[in-house]
């Protein structure tokens, strides 16, 4: 399956972007879909993924309370709600698909997407 993440931009310190990723097949929705980000310099990074179902969603502890997932099985699409954005949270952000569980690691993830940009500005 392929992946499509858009969305990212440049926002202040304390605003809110909304990461989408768009699936071209319709099995996406059979399988967990993660967030990932990737800081310049910095190892790839966990940010929260999605059951197949949209039932249960797990985060890291760095954005939990402050970003949201959520899935739209209908549209093929995966939904990243980022608020009170930090200077912290710039990096391309890459949505994953084909894992089994939320707790998957990234090896865990089949597909991958190209990524998409957020900046944070202090």
């Known amino acids: 399956v392929q992946l499509q993440a858009s969305g990212g931009g440049l926002v202040q310190a304390g605003g809110y972007l909304r990461l989408s990723c768009a699936a071209s097949?319709?099995?996406?929705?059979?399988?967990?879909t993660g967030w990932f980000r990737q800081a310049a310099g910095k190892a790839r990074e966990y940010v929260g993924a999605?059951?197949?179902?949209?039932?249960?969603?797990r985060y890291a502890e760095s954005v939990k309370g402050r970003f949201t997932i959520s899935r739209d099985n209908v549209k093929n699409t995966v939904y990243l709600q980022m608020n009170k954005l930090k200077p912290e949270d710039t990096a391309v952000y890459y949505c994953a698909s084909g894992a089994m569980t939320v707790v998957a690691g990234g090896n865990s993830y089949k597909s991958w997407g190209r990524g998409t940009l957020v900046t944070v500005s202090s």
């Open positions: 999605i059951s197949s179902s949209g039932v249960t969603t």
């Open positions: 097949e319709s099995t996406f929705s059979s399988y967990v």
